[in-house]
């Protein structure tokens, strides 16, 4: 049996990437905060509770993956969120929790996982996620874009750094993707038209959309894909269509 280690796995994209990975014959092992919350969105797969920005429970999260020899080569990295407000407003705290959520968790949590390949001598594949808002200024999305492009810069330097182990290190850029993290903006019928009306390619991403290419990157079929930042985006970070009188 081959392994997907798929954090944030409760969320609306980590939950299509376990059961996408089920479905291509892989075992998922999902990682979130709440066993709870874990064993209600994905009842049939095995659960782990850590929280990903604290150094002690990620290390004692693959201990414990040892210790049960379930060995995951690849690791699908969903844990995110987003903040979007003036930069005035912005509290200490958002900002501090903001950048933990999105890019300490991803250091270390890749931190852990290549040391675990590298003591069993195993090739692997990572998958992280940035966002459509660190390669195009979108107003009032300060903190979040600080945090994905450093996340996208990690992913850069520690792909070069792990590819003769055989190690690729990849990043998914979702444009706005409907999830129970986009679920305030999209509620209201006015919030959802104006949001669709930014992307060139009508409608809005789905989760599934997401995790297909998040699953085709972590897996032999990508084997030449490494250190590189795939949007998904209706073409919003690359091309403006013409608007129309
Ligand atoms: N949805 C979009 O439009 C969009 C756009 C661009 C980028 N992205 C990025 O795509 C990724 C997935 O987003 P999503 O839409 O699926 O978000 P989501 O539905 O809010 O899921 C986020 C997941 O992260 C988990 N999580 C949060 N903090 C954690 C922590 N400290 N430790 C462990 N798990 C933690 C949450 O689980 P618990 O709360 O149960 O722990 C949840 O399962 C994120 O990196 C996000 O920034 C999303």
């Known amino acids: 049996m081959t392994y997907t280690l798929v954090t944030g796995a409760s969320g609306g994209i980590g939950q299509a990437v376990a059961r996408l990975a089920a479905r291509e014959g892989q075992e998922p092992l999902c990682v979130g905060r709440s066993a709870e919350r874990l064993q209600q969105a994905l009842p049939d797969y095995r659960h782990f509770e850590a929280d990903l920005t604290k150094e002690p429970q990620i290390r004692a999260l693959f201990e414990r993956l040892e210790a049960e020899e379930r060995v995951p080569q690849t690791l699908v990295h969903c844990v995110g969120s987003t903040l979007i407000a003036p930069l005035e407003r912005v509290t200490f705290l958002q900002y501090a929790e903001t950048m933990a959520t999105n890019l300490s968790s991803a250091i270390g949590t890749c931190q852990q996982f290549i040391s675990l390949l590298k003591r069993r001598r195993l090739p692997g594949s990572i998958v992280l996620f940035s966002s459509v808002v660190s390669r195009i200024g979108v107003s009032n999305h300060e903190i979040i874009a600080a945090a994905k492009a450093g996340l996208e810069g990690f992913a850069l330097s520690a792909a070069a750094s792990h590819a003769a182990l055989g190690i690729r290190i990849n990043v998914i850029a979702p ?53 590189q930042v795939i949007a998904v985006d209706g073409g919003f970070s690359r091309i403006r269509p013409l608007v129309r009188a």
């Open 175 to 227: 444009g706005l993707t409907e999830t129970p993290l986009t679920r305030p903006l999209l509620s209201s019928e006015a919030g959802r038209n104006a949001a669709i009306k930014q992307y060139p390619l009508a409608g809005l991403n789905s989760a599934d959309d997401v995790a297909e290419l998040a699953c085709w990157l972590g897996s032999a079929k990508a084997a030449r894909i490494t250190g």
